[in-house]
């Protein structure tokens, strides 16, 4: 999915750069000869085209993402649902902010598979 993605993540990253610098250059108070500030209606049609950009790439990881989980087994599923019991009583017993140490964290060094 990376891979396939790759271009959209740099055009995300790309457009980014560029609004980025505009409020940089507008604290920085480095505008264009003539220029007060930004222009409002600029600014939101470019971030609008920027946030096009990012729903694309969330609709196309939240597709792949739904085709993994419909194919998962009934031995996986299980398999999953024991994690989260694990991972919630984990985080459940943890303080907020706290480090969980490497030796806390639920075993899984086997994958289960239906084969």
């Known amino acids: 999915m990376a891979n396939t993605q790759a271009e959209l993540v740099d ?8 609004l980025i610098k505009a409020f940089k250059r507008l604290l920085d ?3 264009p000869d ?3 500030g930004l222009d ?3 600014v939101t049609e470019f971030t609008g085209d920027l946030y096009e950009v ?19 087994t009934d031995a996986q599923k299980t398999e999953l649902a024991e994690l989260r019991v694990e991972f919630d009583t984990l985080f459940e017993n943890t303080e907020q902010g706290e480090t969980i140490a490497s030796e ?6 086997t994958v289960q598979t239906d084969e």
């Open 34 to 36: 003539g220029a007060t």
């Open 104 to 109: 806390d964290w639920p075993d899984r060094t």
């Open 54 to 72: 990012d729903a694309e790439i969330s609709y196309h990881r939240a597709t792949v993402l739904g085709g993994i989980v419909t194919e998962l």
């Open 11 to 18: 055009a995300y990253g790309y457009k980014r750069f560029v």
């Open 29 to 31: 108070k480095d505008l």
């Open 40 to 42: 409002k209606s600029a």
